[in-house]
């Protein structure tokens, strides 16, 4: 079912749960935790891609209203001509995934290391129900609705409903806080030869609150995304000179490429990327010159900042990423802890996988690593799992026709997949063993269950209480 608002979406979920079909919300479909997945034969598939519209962009009063299904790009390209934009602006995946996926998955990137993730930046929802019923949270909530300007009034209710994967009803509308487009931005890349240094480097720049985008690439995965075509390299250059917003930071761009050459970062090593951004160039100057200092001290080498100038220039650029350049499918994992417990987090993984090494050279199974800051409390650490295996619909639909015809599909890899299964169960363990949260959580990571007892028993009751028949995205969370 495809319907395009809230009403719509209201009377199909009622034309299917009172005939005993669960309904499965969908947004753009590019999460990887079975979401989605149907649990059982009798459900459907509710595709919110028929919400596409930017219901009211209020400059005056800083919020944006939009319908679940807009995407993240739609709405950064709505913003940007009014000088405004969202404080968490989008995934890397904005191109197609949606306002309402991110809001009920944890989404994180673009801003993340100053404001959150999309969840800590709503302001009210429009959720429809098993039963049909439409309700509001926030402050159009109230009998006689007022302008959004406030997430709480009482209880927060906008957050019962955020990260919940779908489970307590279907978002239809979302109100998000605005914030006047930083006047001034800038980068810095730093390399290490290890991940324990490069993460005390993110924790240390995070803490300090001076930036808007801190993450860690390795090695493969730089490798990977900067291995291009003279062309592409070109088009990223006119990305750069076009987002460098005046001909002295174009010059500084320009100058930053001609001394990262094609090979923007080294061969080996752990690559820390900084966006600082602010109302002044001087302010934007201090943060990079304190975030410098950090990392001097710490051992890091600083290198030409292409990789966060192209990431930021080419913003929303399509969605090639489904796969890797080689044709392989990939799957991520991820888990959020305290800055203080990064090596816990990084070291138990090496250890978890370093029985399996030849296991998975056997099988041409790789996996890379992407850590970013999550405000200036949390560390986050991305696991990804890479396979060579035959492409599901998603992988063929997705990408871009002309790139996706360049690259050859494996054929079926049972055997990968399993070891990539097995592995993905353990690292989930051993991330629940330590108490760490994950975004993202699906049917995938256990909730619920992970849960102390009054709370779980909490949200048991709320879930029978919205969904009584249990019809709602069964087993999402666990529920
Ligand atoms: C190339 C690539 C890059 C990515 N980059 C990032 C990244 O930078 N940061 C990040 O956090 N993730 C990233 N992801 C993962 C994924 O894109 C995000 O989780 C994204 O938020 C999913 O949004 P979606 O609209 O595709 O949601 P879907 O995958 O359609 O759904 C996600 C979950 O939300 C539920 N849902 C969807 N819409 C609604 C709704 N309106 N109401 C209630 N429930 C709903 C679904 O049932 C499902 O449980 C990436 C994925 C890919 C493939």
């Known amino acids: ?94 191109a197609g995934a949606t306002i309402g996926g991110g809001l009920s998955h944890g989404a994180l990137f673009f801003g993340s290391a100053r404001y959150g993730s999309a969840a800590e930046n709503a302001l009210g929802l429009e959720v429809a129900l098993a039963d049909g019923t439409l309700l509001r949270t926030g402050l159009g909530a109230l009998a006689r609705p007022a302008k959004p300007v406030l997430r709480t009034f009482g209880p927060d209710l906008t957050g019962l409903l955020t990260h919940d994967g779908g489970a307590f009803g279907v978002k239809t509308e979302a109100t998000l806080r605005v914030i006047p487009t930083p006047a001034h931005t800038d980068y810095l890349s730093f390399v290490f030869a290890d991940l324990p240094a490069a993460a005390a480097a993110l924790s240390a720049i995070a803490r300090e609150d001076l930036a808007e985008d801190i993450y860690i690439l390795d090695a493969a995965s730089v490798a990977a995304a900067t291995r291009v075509s003279p062309a592409d390299m070109a088009r990223s250059l006119r990305s750069v000179l076009r987002a460098a917003g005046g001909p002295l930071q174009a010059a500084r761009a320009l100058a930053s490429f001609v001394r990262g050459g094609t090979r923007p970062v080294p061969d080996e090593g752990w690559t820390v990327h900084v966006v600082a951004a602010g109302r002044s160039a001087r302010a934007v100057a201090d943060d990079i010159a304190i975030a410098r200092r950090l990392v001097a001290k710490l051992g890091g080498t600083e290198i030409a ?149 009054a709370t779980a028993t909490l949200l048991r009751q709320l879930k029978t209480q919205l969904d009584p028949k249990g019809l709602m995205n069964p087993g999402v969370l666990g529920l």
């Open 1 to 94: 079912m495809r319907p395009a608002d809230s009403r719509g979406v209201a009377a199909a979920i009622l034309a299917a749960t009172s005939r005993g079909y669960a309904i499965l919300p969908r947004g753009g479909g590019l999460s990887y935790t079975a979401g989605y997945t149907p649990p059982t034969g009798n459900a459907i598939t509710l595709d919110l891609g028929g919400l596409n519209r930017i219901l009211t962009i209020a400059a005056d009063d800083l919020y944006v209203t939009a319908q679940a299904g807009v995407t993240w790009k739609q709405l950064h390209e709505a913003l940007a001509p009014l000088a405004l934009r969202l404080p968490f602006f989008g995934t890397f995946s904005g």
């Open 305 to 453: 900042p292409i990789v966060p100038r192209v990431a930021r220039a080419d913003l929303f650029a399509g969605l090639n990423g489904v796969l890797d350049r080689d044709g392989r499918r990939w799957a991520a994992l991820n888990a959020k802890v305290a800055h203080s417990d990064a090596r816990t987090v990084i070291d138990g993984f090496d250890r978890l996988l370093a029985p399996h090494a030849g296991a998975m050279a056997r099988h041409g199974v790789t996996v890379t690593r992407l850590c970013s800051a999550l405000g200036s409390l949390a560390f986050s650490f991305e696991c990804v799992f890479h396979w060579p295996d035959a492409w599901l619909p998603l992988h063929r639909e997705a990408p871009d026709p002309a790139w996706l015809a360049g690259l050859t599909e494996p054929p079926a890899n049972p055997a990968a997949r399993e070891l990539v299964a097995a592995l993905r169960a353990a690292t989930v363990a051993f991330f629940r063993d330590i108490g760490a949260a994950s975004n993202q959580i699906g049917r995938t990571y256990p909730y619920v269950d992970a849960l102390a007892p």
